[in-house]
C-alpha cells in the first residue's frame, strides 16, 4: 500500500480519515504498518477538550498512541529489528542528550516526541514512523493487540514496579479500575503482592477487578447531604479501614496506595490509609488543584510520587510478564473496530458502553484494511 489513511482530529468534536504523506525515516529509525491501536483516556480528552494542561491542539493531529505493528522499512543504521518483525511500539522519542535522558529519566525530557500530543501525529495512521530501539519484538505467543495493550501495561508497571518499588509479600490498594488501574492491580499480583485491593464507585467494575487480578474489593459509600469532599474522605477512608481490616502499622497495614482515578476523594483517602512510612503514588489525572491532608503526610513520613507515563526497563518487563502468563491482557479488550469504525470507537469509549449495553473496558481499533479478528 502505498497510501497513509490518517484519523485526524481537526477540532473539538471534528475528527476525520485523511489521506497523510508517508513519513521519511533517518538511518536510525523504522517505518511500522500500525496494525492495533487502543484508545487511551488522553485520547478522548482531546477530542472533546481540545486540551490536556499546557498540551492544547492548535492544528490538525493524528490521534493514538497505544499501538503496534509490522516492520515495513528499516534504516541504513538499524540492526535491531527487520523487515517483517511484529513489535510493540514506544511512542514517545526523546532528545538522548538532556539531564534526564543521561540520569536514565528519559520519560522527563522536555523535548520528548510524544504521540498524540500536540503537535505530533499519533498512529492512527497506516504508517508511524520511530526510533528503532523503540520498536520492540513481540514474541510468538502475544498477538499485536497484545502488542497495543503494552502501553498501558507500562504505564502500570512503572508506577508500581519502578516509582511503588513493590516488594514480594507487600499489600496494595489500587483506586480506580479502568484500564491503567486494573493493569496496576495485575502488576502488583505478578510480583507477589499478598494483598490487592480494588476500589471504585462501579460495582461492575469492582467485579470485574475482583475476577481478573484483586484480592479484596471496596466500594464507598455515597456522600451525606452537605458533606465536604475532606469531610467523606476522612469517613470513607475509616469505613475501609474497618470492612476490611485494614491497620496503620505491621502486617494488617496498606505498603503502596496507588491512584489511577484522578478524584480528589480518593487521593485524600488513598493518603489516609496507607500506612506510617508507606508510599503513594499519582497515576490517574483528574483536576490538576485538589485538597490533601499534609498533616498526614508528614506526620506518616508518606513517600508522595508522580508517575508520568513510562522510562527505561519499563517496555521490556510489560512485555516479559505479559508473555510469561503472569499478566493477561486479553481480558481487558471489551471493544474491537475497523479503521473505518473510529469515530464510533471513540462515542463508544467516551459514553463507556456500547449501543448494546455493554461496558468499555478498552476499545481496539485495526488499522487500515487490517480485519478486526487478525492476530
Known sequence: MSDNPSFVLKGILDVEIQQKPIPEIDPNEVLVEVKKTGICGSDVHFLVHGRIGDFVVEKPMVLGHEAAGVVSKVGSKVTNVKVGDRVAMEPGATCRKCEACKEGRYQLCPDVIFAATPPTDGTLARYYRLPSDLAYPLPPNLSLEDGAMMEPLSVAVHAVSNLGALRSNQSVAVFGCGPVGLLCMAVAKALGASRVIAVDIVPSRLEFAK??????????????????????????AQVMKEKLGIADRGPQAIDLVLDASGAEVSIQTGIRIVKSGGTYVQVGMGNPNVNIDMFAVICKELVLKGSFRYGPGDYPLAIALAASGKVDVKPLVSHRFPFTQAREAFETTRNGKSLDGKGVIKAIISGPDVDINEA
Open 211 to 236: 475476577a481478573y487480578a484483586a484480592t479484596d474489593t471496596f466500594l464507598p459509600p455515597p456522600m451525606e447531604k452537605d458533606e465536604s469532599r475532606v469531610e467523606f474522605s476522612m469517613r470513607n
